[in-house]
């Protein structure tokens, strides 16, 4: 819980009243390899914060699994429109590898935020991760697939070690035997 409460602290120093509520309201899970957290279609009632392990964000489009992201240690996971707005969700989550989670009910965080320091972290982190996610995803699609490739090794390593080949070439858009010959480039 100690990881959690440091990444919060990141964004938004807690006092102990805080603390220690959102102790008692992130839950603890362990999910095995290749477990949905996430269903498409169904409501998702949790956020979760990765302790170990790895989550992949996918949507099925045009019959074929496509890979929106993989999330590793210290990150959090939710389908944001269908957990915010309590509607079914678009896309899937499935775990890489055994995970562990701490997980945050719909319910627990309408509580929290009766936290005035609570609230002030959930603003600076979702104004964090929607503007990184928006400039992200405008210079990864102006990307050859090598400059994406490298920009994964370099920035988000944890990716390229636990996710599986298949779930990487998907990520940047290229066949797994154009990603053995751009890895195989780069070598």
């Not at 009243?17 to 290749?34: G, M, P, Q, W």
């Not at 600076?124 to 102006?142: G, P």
Request: charged share 25%; with cysteine.
């Amino acid at each position: 819980m100690e990881e959690l409460i440091q990444i919060i602290n990141s964004f938004q120093e807690l006092d102990v009243e805080t603390e220690v509520a959102i102790k008692r309201s992130f839950i603890k899970e362990t999910f095995r390899k290749d477990q949905f957290i996430i269903v498409e279609g169904k409501i998702c009632n949790k956020i979760y914060f990765i302790k170990s392990g790895a989550v992949r964000r996918f949507c099925i489009e045009d019959g074929a699994e496509v890979t929106k992201w993989i999330y590793t240690e210290n990150q959090f996971v939710t389908s944001m429109s269908s957990f915010f707005e309590q509607k079914p969700s678009y896309e899937n989550f499935q775990t890489c590898e055994d995970t562990i989670v701490y997980s945050l009910s719909y319910s627990a965080e309408q509580v929290l935020l009766e936290y005035p320091l609570f609230v002030k972290f959930h603003i600076k982190q979702l104004r964090y991760y929607l503007s990184n996610i928006n400039e992200f995803n405008h210079l990864f699609r102006l990307m050859t697939a090598e400059k994406k490739y490298l920009l994964l090794l370099e920035s988000f390593p944890q990716i390229i070690k636990k996710a599986k080949l298949k779930h990487i070439a998907s990520l940047i858009g290229v066949s797994q035997e154009t990603l053995s010959r751009i890895r195989a480039s780069i070598i």
